[in-house]
């Protein structure tokens, strides 16, 4: 590789960041609202997945990453599997119901149109 294309790649970062979505009523278990998430507690986010990349928010208070595998950790660290004495298991923290991804920052479908 050429010093100047490996310089390029350094200059790369990762946003943490996650499709918009907006909460809406429902009672629990009512799953007659299609594409919408429940979290443990009953809340419901209608998420589209179909948003253009430019639409969507950087998590608050997460960095720019350096490395993408820094920003997998980060969702990983926000978003982990509980398991009860009982062996029943569930998804547990923030980033659990909000599709995160990590995007990098010179992605083209981040600029505005």
Known sequence: ???RH???LALVGWYL??????NISRSCGDDSVRGAV???GCLSYLINHNTPLREWQRVP???EFEYKTDC?????ARCHREVEENGESYLD????????DCIATDD???KKK
């Not at 960041?17 to 907006?22: K, L, N, S």
């Not at 923290?93 to 995160?100: A, H, M």
């Open 1 to 3: 590789m050429k010093p």
């Open 6 to 8: 490996a310089a390029a």
């Open 17 to 22: 960041m996650t499709a918009p979505h907006q």
């Open 38 to 40: 429940s979290d443990a």
């Open 61 to 63: 208070d997460t960095p």
């Open 72 to 76: 997998q950790h980060a969702i990983a």
């Open 93 to 100: 923290g923030p980033l659990c119901y909000e599709v995160p």
């Open 108 to 110: 083209p479908r981040l």
